[in-house]
């Protein structure tokens, strides 16, 4: 199943995208009902898939990006978790406002795991319970900022430095799955998340021994080799198998 969330009219809904974007009565993390009559997707604005609480990410999940982002290749023995606000969620086709007094802005191009339901103290067996789906998140990193701070918090907390979306996917194998990024069309990230140092069962299960997680919360797996800086009037994607594209524009504020 393919969820959404939209404006049409001035109105916000959630929805499932099947040829046609039909909203959903109810809960989207619960009991729901899909209304029969559906919008087409130009009549409608597409919105971040999800409203998170949280946004949780993990540095340093696939190798090639340890050796790139690094002098040596050590392998964190245990997930590298950091954090992003809920303000800094923007949806597809939005845009990534480029800060003053940042000298380098990159993308990362993630798969990010959607929670269904509030959740606490997870095996790893149980995680794909605890899950609504997946979708695409781009990690926008002030990169001097990053190496400038002993910390993360700055250099990845900007407003509008966590695209999402366009959907979010159930059922699909996260285990394999093609993920890239593009830059004005041009590939620069490309890689499959077989190449994941932590699965998805592993890091969610250990971020929920850390801290409850809630329906709508979203976790970020780490990007792979490739990534770079954006400038101003660029146009980044993120692609990834089965889910979609998630397309953004970089101004200056
Ligand atoms: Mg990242």
Redesign the pocket.
């Known amino acids: 199943m393919k969820f959404a969330r939209f404006l049409h009219n001035g109105k916000s809904f959630y929805g499932i995208v099947d040829q046609r974007i039909c909203p959903v009565t109810g809960d989207i993390f619960g009991e729901f009902q899909i209304s029969p009559e559906g919008f087409k997707s130009e009549e409608v604005k597409l919105l971040p898939p999800c409203q998170p609480s949280k946004i949780i ?1 993990v ?1 340093l999940n696939y190798l090639d990006h340890v050796k790139e982002s690094q002098s040596s290749n050590v392998v964190p023995e245990e997930p590298v978790l950091f954090m992003k606000p809920s303000t800094s969620v923007i949806g597809p086709d939005e845009t990534i406002f480029y800060p003053e007094g940042v000298e380098r802005l990159d993308f ?1 191009a ?1 798969l990010a795991v959607v929670i269904k339901g509030r959740c606490k103290n997870l095996t790893p067996s149980s995680v794909p319970d605890h899950i609504l789906g997946f979708t695409c998140l781009n ?1 926008v ?1 002030a990169r001097n900022l990053q190496k400038k701070d002993v910390q993360w918090t700055r250099a990845k907390s900007f407003d509008s430095f966590c695209p999402l979306g366009p959907f979010i996917v159930d059922k699909i194998d996260v285990s394999n799955s093609k993920i890239q990024s593009y830059l004005n069309g041009k590939l620069c990230q490309s890689s499959n998340t077989n190449r994941m140092i932590f699965s998805v069962e592993k890091i969610v299960s250990f971020v929920s021994q850390i801290m409850t997680l809630l329906p709508g919360d979203v976790i ?1 797996t ?2 792979p080799a490739g990534v770079g800086p954006m400038q101003p009037g660029d146009t980044v994607e993120v692609f990834i198998e089965n889910i979609g594209t998630l397309r953004n524009y970089v101004k200056k504020v």
């Open positions: 990410l540095g990362e993630e990690d990193t970020s780490g990007t």
